[in-house]
């Protein structure tokens, strides 16, 4: 099946400061790819939709301003977590589903561990 | 909007018994249906989708799910478990033709006993 790389895997950042993560899929072109959060023994919950060219839409609750979303091409879409706070450690999950009109599955990133300190 | 619903946060299983994880849908039209597998730290991996085509679905590591529409049921079986499927299982639902986001069913983790 079609890949999907998501870096970094985890990483520990102080409060206050922004992090990147970058989801790639690395043998296909996504046009819409996907952002999820996920709570220790939790759920995936959809923060937001990336869409390559335009701008995200997320999901209610989530504050855009915190959470920037660029899908600036086919196979790149990145979230930045601004002005990060020990709130915001979680379990960071990308997808991306393949182009087509029909169904076409959904794969998975590997997921970032975030840490705020 | 649809939604899902999985019965049983946690499930445990001697090793070669079978397996049953319970998932209901709800769904204004005809849905599609999946079920993921997450191991700790990692991201989800397909097991088997519906997309109205056979009712009865055949997935990888030798998993199975039925769906029954009288039922709005999609549970997910393995006749025989082994301890590599002690694993977090997650049912999902996805409107066909939408923006294809997923909708996810809360988790079942899934022990193995020796």
């Known amino acids: 099946g079609a890949v999907v790389s998501q870096h970094p895997s985890r990483v520990i950042c102080k409060s206050g400061t922004s992090v990147k993560i970058e989801c790639r899929s690395l043998?296909?072109?996504?046009?819409?790819m996907f952002w999820y959060r996920q709570f220790p023994k939790q759920s995936l919950m959809l923060m937001a939709t990336?869409?390559?060219?335009?701008?995200?839409?997320?999901e209610q609750g989530v504050e855009k301003d915190k959470f920037l979303i660029n899908h600036a091409s086919l196979t790149l879409s990145t979230l930045t977590v601004t002005s990060a706070h020990p709130e915001d450690s979680s379990f960071y999950i990308c997808?991306?589903?393949?182009?087509?009109?029909?169904?076409?599955?959904?794969?998975f990133g590997q997921g970032t561990r975030l840490t705020v300190v | 909007a649809q939604s899902v619903t999985q019965l049983g946060s946690h499930v445990s299983v001697s090793e070669g018994a079978l397996v049953l994880l319970r998932c209901n849908y709800s769904s204004s039209v005809p849905p599609y249906l999946f079920w993921y597998v997450q191991y700790p730290n990692q991201g989800l991996q397909l097991l088997l989708k519906?997309?109205?085509?056979?009712?009865l679905v055949k997935g990888i590591n030798g998993f199975e799910a039925e769906f029954k529409k009288s039922e709005t049921s999609f549970h997910l079986t393995k006749p025989s478990a082994h301890m590599s499927d002690a694993a977090e299982y997650f049912c999902a639902v996805s409107l066909p033709g939408s923006a294809r986001q997923l909708t996810f069913g809360s988790g079942t983790q899934l022990t193995v006993l020796p």
């Open positions: 997808s991306a589903r393949e182009p087509g009109q029909g169904f076409t599955e959904a794969f």
């Open positions: 990336s869409n390559e060219g335009s701008k995200a839409t997320y």
């Open positions: 043998d296909f072109q996504a046009t819409t």
């Open positions: 519906y997309t109205s085509a056979a009712t």
